[in-house]
């Protein structure tokens, strides 16, 4: 079976850092990947060493932890909105960061804010956006695996 790479563009994603600041981490030395044809891919294990390194680690909770904080700060919305945290115990890690990385990226769920922890033992997703979009994918999450 072919093992999944990861891109920039899922690193921002399940971290909430930017483009840029992925970028810094690489040209440190921090985050290790490969170029391939200009574009920077990454291993699961290249991705969980950056995830869980002492440097990174402290953004990448603000950045979580944010989410949350700016959709219950938020009080004047235009449109409907929501905000899950699912703790999945039962699930595994890669495979679940996997889910939701390639799922946003290529499914059509531009609006949804994503955030992904699995640095402890439960992964934890942290989704927000409309609630359409959101419970629609996690539909699709809970139908896709046996959990």
Same mark, same amino acid.
């Given at each position: ?35 391939? *044809? !200009? ?8 991705? +969980?060493? =950056?995830? $869980?390194? /002492?440097? %990174? ?48 990226? *290529? !499914? ?8 992904? +922890?699995? =640095?402890? $033992?439960? /992964?934890? %997703? ?22």
């Amino acid at each position: 079976m072919e093992e999944k790479l990861y891109l920039i563009s899922h690193l921002t994603l399940i971290t909430g850092l930017t483009d840029r600041t992925i970028r810094n981490y690489i040209a440190s030395g921090i985050l290790k990947g490969e170029k391939i *044809n !200009g574009i920077w891919h990454f291993t699961p294990e290249e991705v +969980d060493a =950056f995830i $869980k390194n /002492p440097a %990174v680690r402290p953004s990448i909770v603000a950045k979580n932890n944010s989410v949350v904080y700016d959709f219950m700060l938020n009080d004047s919305k235009k449109e409907e909105e929501t905000c899950v945290i699912l703790d999945l115990p039962k699930s595994d890690i890669r495979e679940t960061a996997e889910f939701f990385c390639y799922r946003i990226t *290529n !499914g059509g769920y531009k609006d949804i804010n994503f955030s992904f +922890d699995g =640095f402890y $033992k439960t /992964p934890r %997703v942290i989704l927000r956006g409309k609630p359409s979009d959101v419970f629609g994918l996690i539909d699709e999450y809970y139908k896709s695996s046996a959990v």
